[in-house]
């Protein structure tokens, strides 16, 4: 998906003889931390709501605040990764998104951010989780779907993330199935260290099964 897609012109933008109160209210009524600067639409940068706070009069214009806007944005062609990676790295609930003339295209919301990521990582789709840390050279992935297809099971998602202390893998696998017991103990057996598992697992006892096995033999 790229963030052209995620486009939302909702988002009100500034212009530079805009006063900083109306600013100040645009922000508070969409409920933002930023909003986009435009001169005959081509993108001056963001001005976020902390720096129009500091200014002395709200009656002054928000030139006046030009030297401390967001230049930053991204490209309109381009995944949209960036635009959470954008939105992580200038902690923004807004992302600006430029053409090729660097006129704004529109913003994509913190919101519809994450949606895109629920979607992007299968969070709607039904299924188990595995949580497993490991060192990075035993990373392989051949290995890990052939356990988990061994299990008639299907990877529908898999993340990786390196612990910047210890240097550790953690993989996480969003898995087609819920009940994932079996899957869990298969990678156990290859001496994967899992972390953690989500399932909805039907746990039986065996003195319960026993028991309904001798129950179902003498109404024979």
């Known amino acids: 998906m790229l963030t052209a897609e995620l486009i939302n012109n909702n988002i009100p933008r500034l212009k530079l003889q805009d006063s900083i109160g109306k600013a100040l209210r645009l922000i508070n009524d969409y409920r933002v931390t930023h909003l986009p600067v435009v001169s005959d639409n081509n993108y001056l940068g963001l001005i976020s709501g902390d720096d129009l706070l500091d200014a002395d009069d709200e009656k002054s214009p928000v030139e006046i605040l030009q030297e401390n806007f967001l230049h930053t944005s991204i490209k309109?062609?381009?995944?949209?990764?960036?635009?959470?990676?954008?939105?992580?790295?200038?902690?923004?609930?807004?992302?600006?998104?430029?053409?090729?003339?660097?006129?704004?295209?529109?913003?994509?919301?913190?919101?519809?951010?994450?949606?895109?990521?629920?979607?992007?990582?299968?969070?709607?789709?039904?299924?188990?989780?595995?949580?497993?840390?490991?060192?990075?050279?035993?990373?392989?992935?051949?290995?890990?779907?052939?356990?988990?297809?061994?299990?008639?099971?299907?990877?529908?998602?898999?993340?990786?993330?390196?612990?910047?202390?210890?240097?550790?893998?953690?993989?996480?696998?969003?898995?087609?199935?819920?009940?994932?017991?079996?899957?869990?103990?298969?990678?156990?057996?290859?001496?994967?260290?899992?972390i953690y598992n989500f399932g909805d697992e039907k746990f039986e006892d065996n003195i319960d099964i026993n028991y309904r096995h001798l129950m179902n033999y003498l109404d024979i």
Do not use: C, W
């Open 76 to 194: 309109a062609n381009v995944h949209f990764l960036n635009a959470v990676n954008y939105s992580n790295q200038f902690e923004t609930s807004i992302v600006p998104v430029v053409n090729a003339d660097n006129e704004l295209a529109g913003v994509i919301t913190l919101v519809d951010l994450l949606k895109a990521l629920g979607n992007f990582s299968g969070a709607n789709e039904i299924g188990g989780i595995i949580v497993m840390e490991m060192e990075r050279p035993h990373f392989a992935i051949s290995e890990i779907s052939r356990i988990v297809e061994s299990n008639d099971a299907t990877i529908l998602h898999l993340n990786t993330i390196t612990h910047p202390d210890t240097g550790l893998l953690t993989v996480t696998l969003h898995l087609n199935k819920k009940e994932i017991t079996p899957i869990v103990a298969a990678f156990e057996r290859y001496e994967y260290d899992i």
